[in-house]
């Protein structure tokens, strides 16, 4: 079974309205944490945000926040007001701390989001 | 300032040959961590580390190989067994169990077979 699971491999959204970027996981380790990157065409990539398993709020950056539902196992990222730099790849990430797994650290496929002006 | 270096960062290899990939970090991270990324595609683990002379074979280690003789430094060797070796490759590190900690990554490398 897939770790981090992102189901939508590209994705629209118009310049300054919001969008959500869908990401669920699949974990037996009650301590992990939740990871949003973005990669511009350079490749580097670069951090968004971050939630702890037991983190009672959802994470919030700026623009970016986590809606996370932890009984459905899912890590949506929430971009408001897109704006043109927004369009790239991003990443959802896993980082689990079991014995078994060591701090082994799991990406999604990635969604790949183009901001229209 | 503090950060992951990644040498080369273009890099070209003829069939058959071993090339070898440099990740520096002056983070004092234990652990670090070796991605493939193919064109459009998400990152698979080649191999981790948590700590000096260990490290662990990640989902698609087969024709690659690491070592881990100082805590600063992991280099990748991409081996002639590695069939398909064009890529762009990326290295990241971290505090081990940490919780809230980002994980760095490198600026990445891009190995191409000629």
């Known amino acids: 079974a897939q770790k981090i699971t992102q189901t939508q491999p590209g994705m629209f959204v118009q310049e300054k309205e919001a969008v959500t970027l869908d990401c669920t996981y699949d974990t037996s380790d009650p301590s992990y944490g939740l990871f949003w990157y973005k990669q511009p065409s350079s490749g580097e990539m670069i951090f968004l945000i971050y939630q702890g398993s037991y983190d009672q709020q959802n994470a919030t950056e700026g623009r970016y926040s986590l809606n996370f539902q932890k009984a459905r196992k899912s890590a949506n990222l929430v971009i408001s007001a897109s704006q043109l730099g927004d369009s790239a790849m991003y990443f959802c990430a896993m980082r689990e701390g079991s014995r078994s797994s060591g701090d082994k650290l799991t990406f999604g496929t990635g969604t790949r989001l183009a901001v229209r002006p | 300032d503090g950060g992951i270096t990644q040498s080369p960062k273009y890099l070209f290899r003829k069939e058959g040959q071993n090339v070898t990939l440099s990740c520096e970090q002056n983070?004092?991270?234990?652990?670090m961590y070796w991605y493939r990324q193919d064109p459009g595609q998400g990152l698979r683990l080649i191999y981790y580390?948590?700590?000096?002379?260990?490290?662990q074979k990640g989902d698609i280690a087969e024709g690659y190989s690491v070592s881990r003789e100082k805590k600063e430094s992991f280099p990748l060797t991409v081996t002639s067994a590695q069939k398909n070796p064009t890529a762009f490759y990326l290295c990241a590190s971290h505090h081990l169990r940490q919780p809230g900690n980002t994980i760095y990554f490198g600026e990445g490398s891009w190995l191409t077979v000629v």
């Open positions: 580390s948590q700590i000096v002379n260990d490290f």
């Open positions: 983070l004092n991270h234990d652990a």
